[in-house]
């Protein structure tokens, strides 16, 4: 498997403007996980599906961020209008249910500049 | 409010010598606990886990402890090699409906000198 892939690597974008981060989950597992990595806050979970079913946006900073999960291979996380704050690295994740004892598998993230 | 925390942001340790990397956390709901290591340019990539049950784990150079009353962890990596330089991420799971989702701390920085 090629692990999770997640697309464009870098996006530099203009103040106001749309962006949309993609993300392929590794086949099979039924969780995706969006983070984003900031210096001040670490890893942040912004949002995770279940089965292609969002379970937890609370950690979505604003109305401005959404995400939609539409297959089990496919997921994008839309930020409209972009503002410079939100610049960051943004990870997706994929792993099975907890209970088969599995951890999380990263992709190599998507570093977003809005500038 | 960070649940998961890691209050050194580097560390520095020469060769050879012994690593270790600390983390705290708040919760006591947590029952499973995870280090990931991340290079420059790359996503975190796992490392290893220990569950609330046990007390340590041991994996090759890499070896977790856990105090659950103190709601204390922290990864010792012996010997120390130049490759081990990356940043280290504690990370914790509860049980449950949420159980599934990692809360990440802020990452220690190592630094290994050859």
């Known amino acids: 498997d090629a692990g999770v892939i997640q697309s464009p690597r870098h996006e530099v974008t203009e103040m106001g403007q749309e962006v949309t981060l993609r993300c392929k989950p590794i086949?099979?597992?039924?969780?995706l996980f969006w983070y984003r990595q900031t210096m001040m806050r670490g890893l942040e979970l912004l949002i995770y599906?279940?089965?292609?079913?969002?379970?937890?946006d609370s950690g979505m900073p604003e109305d401005r961020f959404s995400a939609k999960m539409p297959n089990a291979s496919f997921s994008t996380l839309k930020i409209q209008p972009s503002e410079p704050r939100d610049s960051a690295v943004y990870f997706c994740?994929?792993?099975?249910?907890?209970?088969?004892?599995?951890?999380?598998?990263f992709g190599q993230g998507t570093r977003l500049t809005v500038v | 409010d960070q649940q998961v925390k890691q209050n050194s942001p580097s560390l520095s340790v020469q060769e050879g010598r012994i690593s270790i990397l600390n983390c705290d956390y708040t919760?006591?709901?947590?029952?499973?606990f995870l280090w990931y290591k991340k290079y420059p340019a790359e996503g975190p990539t796992f490392l290893i886990s220990i569950s609330s049950i046990k007390d340590k784990n041991e994996d090759g150079r890499f070896t977790v402890f856990l105090n659950k009353s103190a709601k204390h962890l922290s990864l010792h990596i012996v010997p120390s090699q130049p490759g081990d330089s990356a940043v280290y991420f504690c990370?914790?799971?509860?049980?449950?409906?949420?159980?599934?989702?990692?809360?990440f701390g802020t990452g220690t920085r190592l630094a290994v000198r050859p």
């Open positions: 990370a914790a799971s509860a049980p449950g409906s949420s159980g599934d989702k990692l809360t």
């Open positions: 994740a994929s792993s099975r249910p907890k209970g088969l004892n599995t951890e999380a598998f």
């Open positions: 919760n006591s709901m947590f029952d499973y």
């Open positions: 599906f279940n089965n292609n079913v969002p379970i937890d």
């Open positions: 086949s099979g597992h039924d969780y």
